[in-house]
């Protein structure tokens, strides 16, 4: 009895895992990854522990020198303010045969393994865009101007929302350019190691 009883509770659970997790979340139809390139401002994001105080945070991407989906990445923002401290990061873009869809290494002791990276939204202008994850932990709203209409503001809060995030739980970032200290184009495209 005690191992019936026991098959039965196994095979609930597996059955009820499906259900449990997550709706799959869905990519941008269309990304041209030379036209993705450059800076994006980051307007807003539920941020992963390096970035919850940034300030003037700016992801910058470059195709790696000939090749078409490896994306050399450098995230530059102020820690606690304007005038805070400049923090850098240079992860890897591994862009996949779905431009939408990209892996991220930061550190080389992660080996072959990549956080997943996923351009929910892009506009097609290249304008504006929203990168999320799957586990719907992590989004940016990232923009190529520091401040936007209020029309694009709502229209990317909706794809936010619509991707199984809480809106809510956004942190805007504040961003003030051409005052000093702002991140420098230099600290956007710091001179490679190759």
Same mark, same amino acid.
């Not at 936007?148 to 029309?151: D, H, R, T």
């Given at each position: 009895?005690?191992?019936?009883?026991?098959?039965?509770?196994?095979?609930?659970?597996?059955l009820?895992?499906?259900?449990?997790? *997550?709706?799959?979340? +869905?990519?941008?139809?269309?990304?041209?990854?030379?036209?993705?390139?450059?800076?994006?401002?980051?307007l807003?994001?539920?941020?992963?522990?390096?970035e919850r105080? *940034?300030? #003037?945070?700016?992801?910058?991407?470059?195709l790696?020198?000939g090749?078409?989906?490896?994306?050399?990445?450098?995230?530059?923002? +102020?820690?606690?303010?304007?005038?805070?401290?400049?923090?850098?990061?240079?992860?890897?873009?591994?862009?996949?045969a #779905?431009? %939408?869809?990209?892996?991220?290494?930061?550190?080389?002791?992660?080996?072959?393994?990549?956080?997943?990276?996923?351009?929910?939204?892009v506009d097609? %202008?290249?304008?504006?865009?929203?990168i999320?994850?799957s586990?719907?932990?992590?989004?940016?709203?990232?923009?190529?101007t520091?401040m936007?209409?209020?029309?694009e503001?709502? +229209?990317?809060i909706?794809?936010v929302?619509?991707?199984?995030?809480?809106?809510?739980?956004?942190?805007?970032?504040?961003? +003030?350019?051409?005052?000093?200290?702002?991140?420098?184009?230099?600290?956007?495209?710091?001179?490679?190691?190759?």
């Open positions: 009895m005690r191992i019936h009883l026991l098959l039965l509770l196994t095979t609930l659970v597996v009820a895992l499906p259900a449990c997790a *997550s709706a799959p979340i +869905r990519t941008a139809q269309h990304v041209d990854i030379q036209s993705f390139m450059g800076d994006w401002y980051v807003a994001h539920i941020p992963t522990s390096e105080d *940034s300030w #003037n945070a700016v992801e910058s991407y470059r790696d020198e090749t078409t989906d490896v994306v050399k990445t450098t995230f530059s923002f +102020r820690r606690g303010g304007f005038d805070g401290p400049l923090e850098t990061m240079l992860p890897t873009g591994y862009v996949s #779905n431009p %939408a869809v990209w892996g991220m290494k930061f550190y080389w002791w992660q080996g072959p393994f990549r956080f997943e990276y996923l351009v929910l939204d097609s %202008a290249y304008r504006a865009t929203v999320g994850r586990a719907r932990d992590y989004v940016w709203v990232m923009a190529r520091p936007i209409p209020e029309a503001w709502t +229209r990317l909706r794809v929302q619509e991707s199984g995030y809480d809106p809510a739980k956004l942190r805007r970032v504040p961003q +003030r350019w051409g005052q000093w200290p702002d991140v420098s184009p230099s600290d956007r495209h710091p001179p490679t190691s190759d």
